[in-house]
């Protein structure tokens, strides 16, 4: 028996491993929404072109609402025997209206069907990702101004290097997303293309009309070549490389999380809420949320190098290989979506021990470049002399086993006898951050004005959004 779907040319049916190897429909059913909007923006201009009757438009469309409000209430039945969402449609479609279905597919192939409904898919999930981003910028803008001038360890090599605000740390994120959300525009903007109307590879000989559908579809235009049209994936590439970035920097943030919740550590403090308890340890309180995290960075790159892999081989145009575009890559949008919302709630719930971000920033020496920034400026000595004569002093006082500013300033003349009193102005934490005015610095009035910078753009956007 020939298969219904593909015409007479097959007498047999397939194996059984074929038809699992084959369907697709337990992924693509998720592109349900953008294969029927892509079905009635074609159908409405086969009717504006002639090549079907305006009636047969009319009951197409009308069929198409009504297998969408099917599956989005949960009635549709999806049939594997069918293969993927197309033929699924294609088939209700034919039940609900008769032979007048069958119209629906002229001058059109399931390859450019299907580039058609995943860039419609893959624009949806750029959107919703600039959005969830923005939200997680205004969060960390928040909480930046909170804590403008909360001083905090600064890190190189995971050991203190100079003071810093949690502001200014908090801040730095905001910028990095500044960056994925541009990625993402940037995508977007490559992406927003339409391939309906190349067919199979080469184009049609009907009277087609592509700007039509590219503008009922939100495209910018259509693709200028019907072998690219279909076989193209870079807009699937581009985003998962987006999102791999991103989830990286998301990353970090969970890392630096795991590390300050640490009782080693004790920097920050999590609530019950992004928190998890042990089975066996009545008074562990595990940083989950942020480890899950920072864990979902391997399946997001993961994804983008498995599709990297499935492309690098394949000649034009269309080859099933690229049947396997979409299950990795939905994983990894669900997985950068979850990834971003659950960073924004842990931004939000932090709470900082404020006290020991104060000793905790003073430990190691870490106003040590305050002492040679000094000598250099006041003393007018080149900063090389500056930095041996600052790290013998250091030595001194970690000999004594004293903090910088507690070292008597005789031990210091010791070393350098022009050395005055005044130069334990700038060995303390808070000294050190307000002193550090240059652009971009963590001086805390620098903080306060960059984020409200950042809160003035990021309201602007979402207004005129």
Same mark, same amino acid.
């Given at each position: ?16 491993? *074929? ?19 892509? $079905? ?52 209700? !479609? ?11 597919? @002229?001058? /059109?192939?399931?390859? +450019? ?18 959005? #969830? ?26 050991? @203190? ?18 960056? #994925? /959300?541009?990625?993402?525009?940037? %995508?977007?903007?490559?992406?927003? &293309? ?81 928190? @998890? ?29 498995? !599709? ?44 900082? +021990?404020? %006290?020991? *971000? ?7 020496? %870490?106003?040590? @470049? +305050? ?12 900063? /090389? ?13 970690? &000999? ?11 031990? *210091?003349?010791?070393? &350098?006898? %022009? ?15 307000? $002193? ?12 306060? &004005? ?16």
């Amino acid at each position: 028996m020939s298969n219904k779907m593909w015409g007479g040319r097959f007498g047999e049916s397939p194996d059984a491993i *074929m038809e699992e190897i084959n369907v697709s429909i337990d992924v693509d059913q998720h592109l349900y929404a953008q294969d029927i909007a892509a $079905s009635k923006a074609h159908a409405a201009m086969l009717a504006s072109q002639g090549i079907i009757t305006a009636n047969d438009a009319k009951n197409i469309t009308g069929g198409l609402d009504t297998i969408l409000s099917e599956i989005k209430a949960g009635t549709f039945t999806f049939k594997r025997a069918l293969e993927d969402i197309h033929m699924n449609v294609e088939s209700r !479609l034919g039940e609900l209206i008769g032979p007048a279905a069958g119209r629906l597919h @002229t001058a /059109r192939s399931r390859n +450019d069907q299907v580039a058609t409904d995943f860039r419609l898919y893959v624009r949806d999930a750029i959107d919703s990702f600039d959005a #969830d981003l923005a939200s997680l910028q205004r969060a960390l803008v928040k909480r930046a101004l909170e804590h403008a001038g909360t001083v905090m360890p600064g890190f190189t090599h995971l050991q @203190t290097a100079q003071p810093v605000t949690l502001g200014h740390h908090l801040l730095a994120y905001v910028e990095m997303v500044s960056r #994925d /959300r541009g990625r993402f525009t940037d %995508a977007r903007k490559r992406l927003n &293309e339409n391939p309906l109307g190349a067919a199979a590879l080469a184009g049609t000989s009907f009277p087609i009309d592509r700007r039509a559908t590219a503008s009922a579809l939100g495209f910018e235009r259509p693709m200028a070549n019907s072998l690219d049209a279909v076989s193209d994936r870079d807009f699937v590439l581009e985003t998962l490389s987006a999102c791999a970035i991103a989830s990286v920097h998301l990353s970090r943030f969970a890392e630096e999380i795991v590390i300050w919740t640490s009782p080693l550590v004790g920097l920050v403090h999590l609530s019950d809420k992004f928190t @998890t308890g042990s089975s066996i340890m009545p008074q562990k309180r595990n940083p989950d949320a942020a480890e899950l995290v920072r864990a979902k960075t391997g399946r997001i790159v993961g994804s983008l190098n498995a !599709l990297l892999m499935v492309m690098k081989g394949l000649p034009l145009a269309y080859q099933k290989d690229m049947q396997e575009d979409k299950a990795g890559a939905m994983e990894a949008f669900a997985a950068m979506s979850l990834a971003i919302r659950a960073i924004t709630g842990m931004v939000l719930d932090i709470e900082p +021990d404020e %006290a020991r *971000m104060k000793v905790a920033a003073g430990e190691g020496y %870490a106003t040590a @470049t +305050d002492l040679a920034d000094w000598l250099v400026r006041t003393l007018k000595m080149p900063f /090389r002399e500056a930095h041996h004569v600052t790290g013998r002093i250091v030595a001194k006082a970690a &000999e004594a086993g004293l903090a910088l500013h507690k070292l008597p300033l005789a031990d *210091m003349q010791a070393v &350098e006898p %022009a050395i005055t009193e005044d130069v334990f102005e700038v060995l303390s934490v808070e000294a050190s951050v307000a $002193s550090r005015t240059s652009f971009g610095g963590t001086a805390p009035e620098n903080v306060r &004005e960059q984020a409200k910078n950042w809160l003035m753009r990021l309201e602007k956007e979402q207004k005129s959004g």
